[in-house]
């Protein structure tokens, strides 16, 4: 099971679309793919038509301790399954203050229900901060998958971000590793579109071999400015339904097979036995 957060502390740059539409997709193609919702503001489970406010049961319930995953999530389509946030989600930050064990709620609730044998993906979709949520989804994760959307000071909070994962990794979960960044709301054929993309490679390259984003690539599928993107949510539907022949639709879709070539380099690297004493 892959276990990916998208995560950027900055809002608007396309978490949750990202979110959304890679865990449709890798249900299209087969995959068992299960969405948490991490975000108070829910904009995951109204996208994929999940009202919560009518007293369904939302993640929330899995931190405050009242329910078990399995009695939270929904499934939405064929293989796609949603833990579904709501609005209290928010009082989890100062519920969880001073709880012992409060990084682990979540990787506890999904050991607990047997995720690993129920699901090939989990893909978690966090709130713009670095809060108790955010820090749930990192010591959960095997991967974090950032979205950024190319423009001047992308880079800026690009490093804060690296920082965090890199605490987490010490001190939370040894297998976090940043696969890669996501380029969102991509003006194609735009000279900042293509420095910011090049800056960020180049960041990438020359950094520490230790580090946990040492191995992240820049996703070949860059997801262009697609109208249709926008429109999807409102629908309460991925864009693959809601439009499939859009340039959202095949943008997402190449991040797809992108992602699920990807399953054969991971299930090698894991059997080959560490280089390093
Ligand atoms: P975040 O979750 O990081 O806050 P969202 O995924 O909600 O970001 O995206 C922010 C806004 O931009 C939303 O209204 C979303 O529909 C829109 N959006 C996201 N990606 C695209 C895109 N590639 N083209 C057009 N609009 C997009
Ligand atoms: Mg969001």
Redesign the pocket.
């Known amino acids: 099971m892959r276990v990916i957060a998208v995560m ?1 502390q ?9 979110s959304v539409n890679l865990a449709a997709g890798l249900a299209e193609q087969g995959k068992r793919v299960c969405v948490i919702d991490l ?1 108070p503001q829910a ?1 995951a489970s109204l996208h994929l038509g999940i009202d919560v406010a009518g007293g369904t049961n939302s993640i929330y319930q899995v931190f405050a301790g009242g329910k078990t995953f399995t009695e939270v999530i929904q499934l939405i389509e064929q293989n796609l399954w949603l833990a579904p946030a709501d609005i209290d989600l928010a009082a989890t930050e100062l519920e969880l203050v001073d709880a012992d064990g409060r990084e682990f709620v979540l990787r506890k609730a999904l050991a607990a229900a047997g995720a690993s044998e129920k699901f090939d993906y989990i893909v978690m ?1 966090c709130p ?1 901060s670095l809060g108790v949520l955010t820090i749930n989804a990192l010591s959960t994760a095997t991967e974090v998958f950032i ?1 950024l959307q190319p423009h001047f000071f992308a880079l800026q909070g690009l490093s804060k971000l690296f920082e965090t994962t890199a605490l987490v990794t010490r001190r939370l979960n040894r297998e976090l590793r940043v696969s890669g960044v996501v380029l ?3 003006e194609t054929g735009t000279r900042l579109a293509a420095d910011v993309t090049d800056d960020l490679m180049f960041f990438l390259e020359q950094s520490d071999p230790e580090a946990p984003w040492a191995n992240a690539q820049v996703f070949a599928s860059k ?5 249709k ?2 429109e ?2 409102s629908h309460g539907t991925s864009i693959f339904k809601y439009d499939p022949a859009s340039s ?1 639709s095949q ?1 997402y879709r190449n991040l797809v097979l992108e992602v699920i070539a990807a399953e054969q380099r991971i299930r090698s690297a894991d059997q080959q036995p560490s280089q390093k004493a």
């Open positions: 950027n900055k809002g608007g740059v396309g978490k949750t679309t990202t975000d904009h979709d713009p979205p969102c709301l991509y997801i262009r400015r697609n109208i993107l926008a999807a949510p959202g943008d």
